[in-house]
């Protein structure tokens, strides 16, 4: 049975640091793409970052550029993602999401969200 | 950015009853390799968002037949054709274009 669990959610004060991570089973973890994608109390759904299957290559929104870095670790089957200088406007329900096929030209779609993990971001 | 809208924002539905959700982009989404890329997701109350239609058009596995995609380019819909009460939620259209995802702000679909 396919599975995506966050953990490492907290409250944390802005500025400070935290990581996510995110263990998948029951898939061959190391040959799907993996996103993160955030949700604000209350609000809609924000792209935040994804990462190549073989973890050659990222992509981030630009709200989180140069603060946030996304990674896998394909032998612990486990997705990260470590957040720097955090800010009160980070607060939120973070989600990984597997993606399936490749968007190079092919099928691709993001099929599988795990249950979520709260970030608080308060001084 | 690709830019994605919806309307209705909100929408009261009646059990039985058909509905429509209209998704806007502001760049086609149609690939030279034909492809659509537009999904769509159900966020119910509580829970994590579900895949209900990816590419514009396909049906996801386990997703009832009463829900449809139709659309090319900039503008796609998406169609209950007898709500039941376990639709309610929010539901959201994603491009899949560019890896830089972008979503649209998310209809809330509620009984009357």
């Known amino acids: 049975q396919m599975q995506l669990v966050e953990s490492g959610g907290s409250m944390v004060q802005p500025g400070r640091s935290l990581r996510l991570s995110c263990a998948a089973s029951?898939?061959?973890?190391?040959?799907?793409?993996m996103h993160w994608v955030r949700q604000a109390p209350g609000k809609g759904l924000e792209w935040v970052a994804f990462v190549w299957h073989d973890g050659s290559n990222e992509d981030y929104a630009d709200s989180v550029k140069g603060r946030f870095s996304i990674s896998r670790d394909n032998a612990r089957n486990t997705l990260y993602l470590q957040m720097n200088s955090l800010r009160v406007e980070d607060t939120a329900v973070y989600y990984c999401a597997r993606e399936v096929g490749s968007c190079s030209g092919g099928v691709c779609y993001v099929d599988y969200w795990g249950p979520g993990t709260l970030v608080t971001v308060s001084s | 950015e690709i830019v994605m809208t919806q309307s209705p924002l909100s929408l009261p539905v009646t059990p039985g009853e058909p509905a429509s959700i209209s998704c806007k982009s502001s760049?086609?989404?149609?690939?030279?390799?034909?492809?659509?890329?537009l999904d769509w997701y159900l966020q119910k109350p509580g829970q994590s968002p579900q895949l209900l239609i990816y590419l514009g058009s396909n049906r996801a596995s386990g997703v009832p037949d009463r829900f449809s995609g139709s659309g090319s380019g900039t503008d796609f819909t998406l169609k209950i054709s007898s709500v039941e009460a376990e639709d309610v939620g929010v539901y959201y259209c994603m491009q899949s274009l560019q890896t830089s995802r972008t979503f649209g702000p998310g209809t809330k679909v509620e009984i009357k």
């Open positions: 760049q086609s989404l149609l690939h030279e390799n034909a492809y659509n890329y």
């Open positions: 029951g898939f061959t973890f190391r040959i799907f793409g």
